[in-house]
């Protein structure tokens, strides 16, 4: 039975769906605020809508997704022309996910619509097309469903997805491996760069490695991608060798759907940076830190929580 048929009102309604609207939002556009804010549009409007003389809402959910990702779309046309005059590297909010702020991360393509590496890939589709790809591939609907809520016929939805996978490529295996290896190498990987523990880093690092720092052109990061071993051996290096590294304390936690690194203050303060480890085959083929103030402020207040 519909929630509004048992009598519920428009505010129990919405909330009910409120974390998987904002699961959709993030995975549309990449960022935690702009998500928040689609989301607040969306109960503005359902509000609106509630106390209008309208009739009720048969599928709110399905209202409500409608909504929200219509928004979404229209948000990621003027995203796309900030992005284009971004300074250095962009990389996704990062959201702690341990406590299901995402939804469920259950499934290989749940973890996989989240993770920093898919969503910098989903930058390459036009807007369309990521809402196709995210609709179907974490969320699971229809194409005939995603045809209703695009306002597109079901083939159209088929090919946008097909085109979208193909643009995204196949990332499963990276998220097939081992989790608990995936999370020993991460601790692993970060000793040795606090330490300057060459050899191991030497080991670990794959032969095309490379590391993304965004920094937003407010912090000190690099402003171009740094590729191959021996370029990123000494980058990361370089970083544990900063007067800053010695009063900063490092935390494990699940980010975007795995494990991360929380670079801290040492007393547990201030949210200094987040890395995440792309790890195929046992070594570490990317890494994508986070050190710009404004993108670290979601997962700063969820660590304040």
Request: with cysteine; hydrophobic share 45%; net charge negative.
């Amino acid at each position: 039975m519909d929630r509004r048929e048992a009598g519920a009102g428009p505010v129990e309604v919405f909330e009910e769906q409120r974390a998987r609207l904002f699961g959709l939002a993030y995975r549309l556009l990449g960022s935690a605020s702009e998500a928040e804010d689609m989301v607040q549009e969306t109960y503005l409007r359902w509000s609106r809508r509630s106390s209008a003389t309208a009739g009720p809402v048969e599928v709110p959910a399905a209202w409500l997704t409608k909504v929200l990702t219509n928004l979404c779309l229209n948000q990621l046309d003027s995203a796309r022309l900030r992005r284009e005059a971004y300074v250095g590297p962009w990389l996704p909010e990062p959201v702690l996910t341990g406590d299901g702020a995402l939804g469920p991360l259950e499934t290989v393509e749940q973890r996989e619509s989240v993770s920093m590496g898919v969503l910098v890939l989903l930058e390459r589709l036009t807007p369309v097309e990521r809402a196709v790809f995210v609709l179907r591939e974490a969320f699971g609907h229809s194409h005939a469903e995603i045809g209703d809520l695009l306002g597109i016929d079901e083939a159209h939805s088929r090919q946008l997805h097909r085109r979208a996978r193909a643009h995204v490529g196949e990332p499963r295996k990276r998220f097939e491996s081992d989790r608990e290896q995936h999370r020993r190498i991460v601790e692993v990987f970060m000793a040795a760069t606090m330490e300057g523990d060459v050899a191991t880093l030497e080991r670990l690092l794959a032969d095309d490695v490379t590391a993304w720092a965004d920094g937003g052109g407010t912090s000190t990061a690099a402003r171009r991608p740094v590729h191959g071993h021996a370029k990123v051996l000494r980058y990361l290096l370089g970083l544990g060798t900063r007067p800053e590294a010695a009063r900063v304390s490092l935390e494990i936690l699940e980010t975007n759907g795995e494990p991360a690194v929380a670079i801290r203050d040492a007393d547990g303060g201030a949210l200094y940076a987040v890395m995440v480890l792309d790890v195929e085959d046992g070594r570490v083929t990317a890494t994508r830190t986070v050190i710009s103030p404004v993108k670290l402020a979601f997962a700063a207040a969820q660590l304040a929580m």
